[in-house]
């Protein structure tokens, strides 16, 4: 079992939806908590990053952490054909810097 | 343009033969970290450099290695390749040695024949 689990998807969804990615994870010692998109042909770019529980708005995006449950999810707001592409999750501990990556969720915003 | 560059951007080679992958991160920044991404493994990390020195090891192959030089760029050597290490390779950067969000190349392409 991975660390960190993400369904591939594809998820599509029309133009304006709200969209819920989900990951989970294994590892109690995670901490630090990101989410990346990556577009086709691209390298992933850091969308959220956030410590612990709770919540954190940007913009569209809001990621929220369960540690409890070890779940974590980011959500879009009035998606965009322009969202389309796959998002990762990622996780670390604090004692080390190198995140672990979910395999990703392709993501499908149709007009 | 993330300013991570690395070339080149697509490879085909032989089983057997030995690729070099080169990377140079943005400016300032002082970590560079190579990950290899496939279908079924997802983004595996392999290894991270600090202002030239090794710094963490991940699921990277024997046959595998890395360097940085004096001008921060970074090399990913594959040697003795084989069907399986076909994948895109990514390189990433950051200001410290502590990962707080990289920012990452758009990769090489490495398909092996």
């Known amino acids: ?111 | 343009d993330s300013g991570v560059t690395q070339t080149p951007k697509h490879l085909i080679t032989a089983t057997g033969q030995r690729v070099t992958l080169r990377c140079s991160p943005r400016s300032g920044d002082l970590s560079v970290y190579w990950y290899q991404q496939s279908l079924d493994q997802g983004l595996q990390f392999l290894i991270q450099y600090y202002n030239g020195e090794e710094r963490a090891k991940g699921n990277i192959l024997e046959r595998f290695s890395a360097q940085q030089f004096p001008d921060l760029h970074s090399e990913l050597n594959l040697s003795s390749l084989e069907l399986g290490d076909s994948a895109l390779y990514f390189c990433a950067s950051s200001q410290q040695d502590r990962g707080e969000g990289y920012t990452f190349g758009s990769g090489t392409r490495l398909t092996v024949v």
């Open chain 1, 1 to 111: 079992q991975k660390e960190v689990e993400q369904d591939p998807g594809p998820l599509s969804v029309p133009e304006g939806a709200i969209v819920s990615l989900n990951c989970t994870y294994s590892n109690s010692a995670f901490q630090y908590f990101m989410w990346y998109r990556q577009y086709s042909r691209k390298g992933p770019e850091l969308l959220m990053y956030t410590y612990s529980s709770g919540n954190k708005e940007d913009g569209r995006f809001t990621a929220q952490v369960d540690k409890s449950s070890k779940y974590i999810s980011l959500f879009i707001r009035d998606s965009q054909p322009s969202d389309s592409a796959t998002y990762l999750c990622a996780s670390r501990s604090g004692g080390s810097y190198i995140p672990t990556f979910g395999r990703g969720t392709s993501l499908i915003v149709h007009p």
